[in-house]
């Protein structure tokens, strides 16, 4: 750590870790609601609430991830200290306790209904406040040094975008079709472009630490791959105007920009092997490494392939609408986000507890678990949409008959569930017990030399 | 390639994308009044979406397709029901289709239900490019029986069983022709506690004459 102002980043990811066990615990209840209908909860915390309170805790806690991962980046890249940590720190608490009064709010039925969005109008505004701090806060570092690298620049990019296109889920609208339409502006534009930005910024950050190869190699694939998600993602909002009411010709532009979304998702595997391949510095805390190929490799399948599989009309007219999306939305979210954010919190938490290296053991033990219970998990969620696709929708069956038929899948889906749950809390105790192992004799020695 | 070059690729693609994307939207924006009858969408139908949104609805039914996965897909409902179902499946889920899976009572105000359901009214009118998509097997088969889409339509199958299908609150009717005939099932559906005071289905003499001859009809017939 070079600067006093990176430290900012724990608390950060601090809460980020707290709500994303939180998050998972939330999954497990929202998840033996589908495995029994006996709901004991039904009046406390029926489905909607607890869906609702765990996709909030997933944005809430990758964004409490991404905002502490600036904090960490910037002042490096920018070669100065945080413009101001007050504010930093002011900016943490109020977002803390605008998720709070969220969650509480649903409890409460305090609720505004779209997905996602769920969060009643003045908490939004209360966000809206949040990111302007932080997003002033960033940009008057930058401006102290104006070094503008490539990854200073994506990341602003990344950062203003997210805050603009909040502003496009906050209004009520009478139409239903115009809402939704607006609503994937911050659905899709977020997840397919600006978090893209954020993810990509870090990723190239972290990779060019830690392989040391040169920045203008790094920078220039981020340009080129931020470029393509942004062509293909832009007018890829298209998938999500099928069947909304929205005029007919987006089936075409949707399908073709849409089916080159996972291009620029491939060119990011590809560089991140060829960075790691052409290193040139030894990786001392190689998991961190783990998790970014990890990263790369499950991002490109959950959102690249499994996004591919379904998005052309002629698929997705039968999948749009069932377990076939849940699939993919777990799967997309956490290799692109989940495993990014833990690659950059891997690589920055050593230095903020001053350790230099330490103990991978119970690291790689979350990562195989995790991953694995993600896999088994999206794998249980395809074949239940499959089920009630062909059972539904070929078929004809009512919709509560076809859902038993998908029961034995939601089974594995939950206690893949559990797993997952397990790996979540190994990561958890492992943040908070992070220690310094010395170098083995071998390390030592090519130190000397 | 240099830098400057990558970066240059960077702006304009982005910049292409976002020009045709907006174009498109201006363009999507001026035909969704049509598309979605935009002049039946009142006071009550907007009041109606806020109902909609105020008891997060959305989070267990998807519209549109989005949404929660939990509960079906209500954009075609009133369609596949009639609004006068919707509105008395709201008022008491449990009491109208008695699942094993429960949708909580949420004691909507009676002017809260009228304005949700002529919000669904309206959702039922959008043009979704032909989504959700017919059963193929329904495609294939021809037009059902009038009896049996008038079964499918009043959710029968929630509480009876047919060919192995359907809900066990009541008796299986998969071979109900062979014990009962169609003038007892007639009356059944008008007053079910004519044969057993003790019932709990719901009385069908809402029905007009016609559609429950037409389902005692289809029932005897199965034997």
Not at chain 1, 228 to 256: D, N, Q, R, S
Not at chain 2, 82 to 93: K, M, Q, S, Y
């Amino acid at each position: 750590m070079q600067y006093e102002s990176q430290r900012i980043a724990y608390k950060y990811f601090v809460i980020s870790a707290l709500l994303f066990g939180l998050q998972v615990i939330f999954g497990l209840i929202t998840g033996a609601k589908y495995v029994w209908d006996f709901d004991p909860l039904i009046n406390i915390l029926p489905f909607n609430t607890s869906r609702a309170i765990h996709l909030n805790l997933l944005i809430v806690w990758l964004l409490f991830g991404f905002m502490g991962e600036t904090y960490y980046l910037v002042p490096e890249e920018a070669e100065t200290e945080i413009y101001s940590a007050k504010l930093a720190n002011l900016q943490l608490y109020l977002l803390a306790v605008i998720g709070i009064a969220a969650i509480t709010g649903y409890v409460f039925g305090w609720s505004w209904g779209m997905p996602f969005l769920e969060q009643p109008t003045v908490l939004k505004i209360g966000i809206v406040i949040v990111a302007l701090i932080f997003l002033f806060n960033i940009f008057m570092t930058m401006m102290k040094t104006r070094k503008w690298t490539g990854i200073l620049i994506v990341l602003l990019a990344g950062l203003v975008l997210l805050a603009l296109l909040f502003l496009s889920g906050i209004f009520f609208m009478k139409n239903l079709t115009t809402q939704y339409y607006y609503w994937f502006w911050v659905i899709h534009l977020w997840t397919e472009g600006a978090w893209e930005l954020i993810a990509g910024a870090i990723m190239a950050f972290v990779l060019l630490k830690l392989t040391g190869v040169d920045r203008e190699l790094v920078e220039k694939w981020l340009y080129i791959e931020v470029g393509l998600v942004l062509f293909t993602g832009i007018a890829g909002t298209g998938h999500h105007y099928y069947w909304i009411g929205t005029p007919k010709y987006w089936l075409w532009v949707g399908a073709a920009f849409g089916a080159l979304e996972p291009l620029p998702i491939f060119l990011m595997v590809i560089d991140t092997l060829r960075h790691v391949r052409e290193r040139k510095v030894e990786i001392e805390n190689k998991i961190v490494l783990y998790w970014a190929v990890g990263s790369a490799v499950l991002h490109f399948f959950g959102a690249g392939v499994w996004g591919f599989a379904h998005n052309l009309p002629q698929v997705n007219r039968w999948t749009h609408g069932t377990q076939v999306t849940a699939s993919h939305g777990h799967f997309a979210f956490f290799g692109a986000y989940v495993m990014l954010n833990l690659t950059m919190i891997y690589f920055a938490l050593p230095k903020l507890k001053g350790i230099r290296l330490f103990k991978h053991g119970l690291s790689l033990m979350a990562l195989r678990t995790m991953t694995f219970s993600m896999l088994m998990m999206v794998l249980a969620f395809a074949i239940a949409g499959i089920v009630q696709i062909y059972l539904q929708r070929v078929l004809g069956m009512d919709y509560l008959t076809t859902q038993r038929f998908m029961k034995p899948w939601f089974t594995v889906l939950w206690i893949s569930g559990w797993g997952f749950a397990l790996g979540v809390l190994m990561y958890i105790i492992d943040f908070f017990t992070l220690k310094q192992v010395e170098p083995s004799p071998v390390h030592r020695r090519s130190q000397n030399e | 390639m240099t830098i400057s070059q990558a970066k240059a690729i960077f702006i304009w693609s982005t910049v292409f994308s976002a020009v045709l994307f907006l174009a498109l939207t201006y363009d999507s924006v001026s035909k969704m009044p049509q598309r979605t009858n935009e002049k039946n969408l009142d006071e009550h139908v907007a009041a109606g979406k806020w109902v909609w949104q105020k008891y997060n609805c959305n989070d267990c039914h998807t519209i549109l397709g989005i949404g929660g996965y939990y509960a079906p897909d209500v954009t075609k409902v009133v369609s596949y029901r009639d609004a006068d179902w919707v509105r008395r499946f709201i008022e008491d889920p449990e009491k109208v289709w008695p699942a094993s899976r429960k949708m909580p009572n949420l004691h909507l105000k009676d002017q809260e239900i009228a304005d949700v359901t002529a919000f669904l009214t309206w959702v039922n009118g959008i043009d979704t490019n032909n989504w959700p998509p017919k059963p193929l097997t329904v495609a294939a088969a021809g037009a059902p029986k009038p009896g049996e889409a008038i079964f499918k339509d009043q959710g029968c199958s929630a509480c009876h069983m047919i060919g192995g299908i359907g809900g066990t609150a009541g008796p299986d009717l998969t071979q109900v022709g062979g014990r009962r005939d169609k003038e007892w099932i007639e009356e059944q559906l008008k007053n079910p506690k004519s044969h057993n005071p003790n019932s709990i289905m719901p009385s069908y003499a809402k029905l007009p004459e016609k559609d429950r001859e037409d389902l005692a009809d289809y029932l005897s017939g199965l034997k």
